[in-house]
């Protein structure tokens, strides 16, 4: 793989949740500015949220497009080709003059309570305001607030909800025009205002930043510890089971192959202190060292859910509610288990017992979502795990 790509898809890639999909077309639809627009479904927020766009074209310096915007309180997310504003209620926040979007075509937003972080694809830059709740907010209409329509081409636009995946939408225009959805829940929409084939836009690639290269591992772990001084995740407390299963485990996975392509075993030992920092996370870990840690969970396995005494040896996050699924659980024991693959089959004898200690652990882990899998609940699949709620 170029280094380039793995810069790419190790820096960047975090950007988006795996299990979120972006609809791979070459294809924009081209807004007229005058009466063309579309329009979703409410999409609102159930915590911490990100948007991700790919732009068929981006306007000129101080022109300013609306992404989106709520039909009712006119609230609202726009960009110029260097900065970006968001409205909540009466307060609009934004970061000014620090992207270049008309070099990347890229943009992506990420808002959580007082803090606001925008990305070009290359430059990253965020600020903090109280006035920033992203539970507040909702959208319903693209390119359009009010009676003031927007000029601009969107070739794809994923909603992403952090707090609960299955809230999450990504949207995309086939290679005739056609919107397109991916949505979870099965129920979202993309409808099309004022457009004709004439707004058509084909034959577009997707979407690359032009990172600057690194020709080497060196230089690239020059960048990472340029944006992140004390290694990814390990100086924040904060991180839930969504988190280490979907950014946790592919920096072990850069670091195995960074090892692979140096034989420098400070990137085992990178790996091994995020292994330790999540399984140290476990619920049943934290619950000794947060007296108010408990079990709230909406979907776990049965045995959690009878007994509200037992913790899960696993990591719950904030799914639905509160959930323990097996799906995140084995997503940070892939990565765990790679690494002791690496160790066993590399011979790194002084870390044996390191990943023997794994292992049991990981059994552990598994063992408890045994009950969550059936042979009947899915027709259609001969042996699946489901996912378990009070209800049954």
């Given at each position: 793989m170029?280094?380039q790509?793995?810069?790419?898809r190790?820096?960047l890639?975090?950007a988006?949740?795996?299990?979120?999909?972006f609809i791979?077309?070459?294809?924009?639809?081209q807004f007229n500015g005058?009466?063309?627009?579309?329009?979703?479904?409410?999409?609102?927020?159930?915590?911490?949220?990100?948007?991700?766009v790919?732009?068929?074209?981006?306007?000129?310096?101080n022109e300013?497009?609306?992404?989106l915007?709520?039909s009712?309180?006119?609230e609202?997310?726009?960009f110029?080709?260097?900065?970006?504003?968001l409205?909540?209620?009466?307060?609009?926040?934004?970061?000014?003059?620090?992207?270049?979007?008309?070099?990347?075509?890229?943009l992506?937003?990420?808002?959580k309570?007082?803090e606001?972080?925008?990305?070009?694809?290359?430059?990253?830059?965020?600020?903090?305001?109280?006035?920033?709740?992203?539970?507040?907010?909702?959208?319903?209409?693209?390119?359009?607030?009010?009676?003031s329509?927007s000029?601009?081409?969107l070739?794809?636009?994923a909603?992403?909800?952090?707090n609960?995946?299955?809230?999450?939408?990504?949207?995309?225009f086939?290679?005739?025009?056609n919107?397109s959805?991916?949505?979870?829940n099965?129920?979202a929409?993309?409808?099309?205002?004022?457009?004709t084939?004439?707004d058509l836009?084909t034959?577009?690639?997707v979407?690359?930043?032009?990172?600057?290269?690194?020709?080497?591992?060196r230089?690239?772990t020059?960048?990472?510890?340029e944006r992140?001084?004390?290694?990814?995740?390990?100086d924040?407390?904060?991180n839930?089971?969504n988190?280490?299963?979907?950014?946790?485990?592919?920096?072990i996975?850069a670091?195995?192959h960074?090892?692979s392509?140096?034989?420098?075993?400070?990137?085992i030992n990178?790996?091994?202190?995020?292994?330790?920092?999540m399984?140290?996370?476990t619920?049943?870990?934290?619950?000794?060292r947060?007296?108010?840690f408990?079990n709230d969970?909406t979907?776990?396995p049965?045995?959690?859910?009878?007994?509200?005494?037992?913790?899960a040896?696993g990591?719950?996050?904030?799914?639905?509610?509160?959930s323990?699924?097996?799906?995140?659980d084995?997503m940070i024991?892939?990565a765990?288990m790679?690494?002791v693959?690496?160790?066993?089959?590399?011979k790194?004898?002084?870390y044996?017992?390191?990943?023997?200690?794994y292992?049991?652990?990981?059994?552990?882990?598994?063992?408890?979502?045994?009950?969550s899998f059936s042979?009947?609940?899915?027709t259609?699949?001969?042996?699946?795990?489901f996912?378990?709620n009070?209800k049954?």
């Amino acid at each position: 793989m170029p280094i380039q790509n793995f810069v790419l898809r190790t820096l960047l890639a975090f950007a988006t949740l795996i299990n979120s999909l972006f609809i791979f077309a070459d294809t924009a639809i081209q807004f007229n500015g005058k009466d063309s627009y579309a329009d979703i479904n409410m999409w609102q927020p159930t915590g911490a949220f990100k948007v991700v766009v790919w732009l068929g074209t981006v306007p000129d310096s101080n022109e300013k497009v609306i992404l989106l915007s709520n039909s009712i309180s006119k609230e609202f997310i726009s960009f110029t080709a260097n900065s970006i504003q968001l409205q909540f209620g009466s307060d609009y926040p934004g970061i000014w003059n620090k992207m270049h979007f008309e070099d990347t075509r890229f943009l992506e937003i990420t808002v959580k309570k007082g803090e606001l972080t925008v990305s070009d694809g290359i430059n990253i830059a965020n600020m903090k305001s109280p006035a920033i709740r992203p539970t507040s907010v909702s959208y319903d209409w693209l390119f359009r607030r009010s009676i003031s329509y927007s000029e601009g081409a969107l070739q794809a636009l994923a909603l992403i909800d952090l707090n609960d995946h299955t809230n999450s939408r990504n949207m995309g225009f086939t290679d005739n025009g056609n919107a397109s959805v991916i949505s979870q829940n099965g129920d979202a929409h993309l409808y099309l205002h004022n457009v004709t084939q004439n707004d058509l836009i084909t034959g577009l690639e997707v979407p690359r930043p032009n990172l600057p290269q690194a020709t080497n591992v060196r230089e690239l772990t020059e960048k990472i510890l340029e944006r992140y001084p004390n290694r990814p995740m390990i100086d924040s407390n904060d991180n839930n089971g969504n988190e280490y299963a979907w950014q946790g485990n592919y920096w072990i996975r850069a670091y195995l192959h960074f090892y692979s392509v140096t034989q420098d075993i400070k990137y085992i030992n990178w790996a091994i202190e995020l292994a330790n920092k999540m399984l140290n996370d476990t619920d049943q870990e934290r619950a000794t060292r947060q007296a108010n840690f408990i079990n709230d969970y909406t979907r776990a396995p049965k045995a959690l859910l009878i007994n509200r005494d037992l913790l899960a040896p696993g990591w719950k996050q904030p799914t639905q509610g509160s959930s323990v699924e097996v799906l995140s659980d084995g997503m940070i024991l892939n990565a765990v288990m790679r690494l002791v693959d690496t160790i066993k089959e590399q011979k790194l004898i002084e870390y044996d017992a390191t990943a023997n200690n794994y292992m049991s652990k990981a059994v552990k882990i598994i063992k408890s979502h045994d009950n969550s899998f059936s042979v009947t609940k899915n027709t259609a699949i001969n042996g699946s795990y489901f996912y378990v709620n009070p209800k049954g």
